[in-house]
């Protein structure tokens, strides 16, 4: 059974970092997607960035436009650990965190073709 938790989030001033973790039990280490995404109030959730693994090593690592350069997804596979290190952090990207999975690549990695979510976390970032 898969399950996801994260943590991490926070709350923090302009320009500030979080790292946000995601272990995800019930997945193995390769040959899968984990996707964040962020939803702020009234908002539709949104890709933030994902990363797709196989065999043990990273293959392909994608991010939605307004977070390159300052959010690096990576992956601990000896913990099978899913994080996002946050940068450079915005007022913007405010928004409750979610971690979500699928099995084999990530493709278009829409919210809607992950069928695993976390409970979310809640990221702050005030001016």
């Known amino acids: 059974q898969v399950r996801l938790v994260e943590s991490g989030g926070g709350s923090v001033q302009a320009g500030g970092s979080l790292r946000l973790a995601c272990p995800a039990s019930?997945?193995?280490?390769?040959?899968?997607?984990m996707g964040w995404f962020r939803q702020a109030p009234g908002e539709e959730r949104e890709g933030v960035a994902a990363?797709?693994?196989?065999?043990?090593?990273?293959?392909?690592?994608y991010y939605v436009d307004s977070v390159k350069g300052r959010f690096t997804i990576s992956q601990d596979n000896a913990k099978n650990t899913v994080y996002l290190q946050m940068n450079s952090l915005r007022p913007e990207d405010t928004a409750m965190y979610y971690c979500?999975?699928?099995?084999?690549?990530?493709?278009?990695?829409?919210?809607?073709?992950?069928?695993?979510w976390g409970q979310g976390t809640q990221v702050t970032v005030s001016s």
């Open positions: 019930g997945y193995g280490y390769s040959n899968k997607c």
């Open positions: 979500a999975g699928k099995f084999g690549p990530c493709g278009k990695w829409r919210p809607e073709n992950f069928g695993a």
């Open positions: 990363i797709y693994s196989t065999d043990a090593s990273t293959l392909s690592t």
